[in-house]
């Protein structure tokens, strides 16, 4: 098949598979790098996730412009990718989304965000919270709607996978579709936990072998792909693994 075409299909996979889960609802969105020109990458047009099919996701430049004739919506914030993949070569997938479950860890000014579960593991111990308004003070919507502001968002997350937006949600880096998706899934399910434990009293993290021994896994292993096959099935979109 043609990597352009298969990368559509990935886009629509993971967009279809982060709305089943709720990692996304009405608004969010993910993204891969183009599979030719890394200086690209592909996204869908302005719509909810879980209704997004192959000929809605089109190719952007950088800078948040289309890199085809396209007449449609975009999404406003979607220059959290081009901020993302300028800053990081080796990152092959972006997701921006608001789940809740993070919120409170976005605020909190005394509890941070930290692996709690195995499969988190490779998220590291430090995930960074940006605050919008430290740069572009306090009148702003929150929203991320230029590249200044991508660019400043991903000087925060600097080589970390995953930062907090205040207030707002979080951006995840993948080095693959099925890595960025196989993270995205089990985060929400890593803050549920930690905050049912905090509830509890005292609680273990993973501590930083155990974080280093998870940066040491092959995401290409059949065992971490797993989840991006099945979940694909539940969603409704197994067709388009092939
Ligand atoms: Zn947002």
């Known amino acids: 098949m043609d990597p352009i075409e298969r990368a559509r299909r990935d886009v629509v996979i993971a967009n279809r598979i982060l709305a089943q889960q709720k990692v996304l609802d009405a608004y969010g969105h993910v993204s891969l790098r183009h599979p030719l020109d890394p200086t690209k990458y592909l996204l869908a047009v302005s ?15 950088m800078d948040g412009t289309p890199a ?25 997938a972006v997701l921006h989304s608001h789940a809740d479950d993070l919120l409170p860890f976005s605020i ?21 919270v940006w605050d919008i308004a430290d740069r572009f003070g306090d009148g702003t919507s929150l929203l991320v709607t230029n590249m200044a502001q991508g660019r400043d968002l991903a000087g925060c997350l600097a080589c970390n996978r995953m930062a907090l937006m205040r207030g707002h949600g979080f951006v995840l880096a993948g080095l693959s579709g099925s890595d960025l998706v196989r993270l995205a899934v089990y985060i929400p399910r890593n803050a ?45 979109c197994g067709h388009l693994l092939d």
Request: no cysteine; charged share 30%.
């Open 47 to 61: 719509m909810s996730p879980g209704i997004v099919e192959v000929e809605d996701v089109i190719v952007f430049n």
């Open 68 to 92: 085809e004739p396209e007449t449609r919506p975009l999404y406003l914030e979607r220059f959290i990718h081009g901020g993302v993949y300028e800053k990081r070569p080796e990152v092959m």
């Open 108 to 128: 909190s000014k005394t509890t941070r965000f930290r692996p709690v579960i195995h499969a988190v593991g490779d998220i590291g111990e430090d995930v960074p």
């Open 192 to 236: 549920r936990v930690l905050m049912n434990a905090m509830r509890m009293g005292e609680y273990k993290a993973l501590s930083r072998g155990e974080i280093e021994a998870r940066l040491q896994l092959d995401i290409t292993s059949p065992a971490l792909k797993r989840g991006w096959e099945f979940w694909a099935r539940e969603a409704g």
